[in-house]
């Protein structure tokens, strides 16, 4: 029902910005929230933004507040992470994540908040 393909992901130094970009397809995502997760080697995977279907209401894990801004474009079926300021901490596979359609945001937005999720793409950030 829904397809979602992660890109922009690669390998920049501390302080470097980099912008990943999630493409969906079909006609209801302007109908779904939309999230960024990642996952470190070893560790589980952790929510790091999330948008609502109305493009009103965001949320950002404590670890990237103020340094990443995740942001939607409903007539391209397109969502984005602008990630600055990255640190080697940061170093991750980034996951984007689509909810079922009109689900009310403030019900949850972690892992099982998202029903439909990409294949990932790498950023590994250099010290």
């Known amino acids: 029902q829904a397809q979602l393909v992660e890109s922009g992901g690669g390998l920049v130094q501390a302080g470097d910005s980099l912008r990943l970009s999630c493409a969906a397809s079909?006609?209801?995502?302007?109908?779904?929230?939309m999230g960024w997760f990642r996952q470190a080697l070893g560790k589980e995977r952790e929510f790091v933004a999330a948008i609502s279907w109305s493009g009103g209401t965001t949320y950002y894990a404590d670890s990237v507040k103020g340094r990443f801004t995740i942001s939607r474009d409903d007539a391209k079926n397109m969502v984005y992470l602008e990630m600055s300021s990255l640190k080697p901490e940061d170093t991750a596979v980034y996951y984007c994540?689509?909810?079922?359609?009109?689900?009310?945001?403030?019900?949850?937005?972690?892992?099982?908040?998202?029903?439909?999720w990409g294949q990932g793409t790498q950023v590994t950030v250099s010290s």
């Open positions: 079909g006609r209801t995502f302007s109908s779904r929230n």
């Open positions: 994540a689509a909810s079922v359609p009109f689900k009310p945001i403030h019900l949850g937005y972690d892992r099982s908040a998202f029903a439909y």
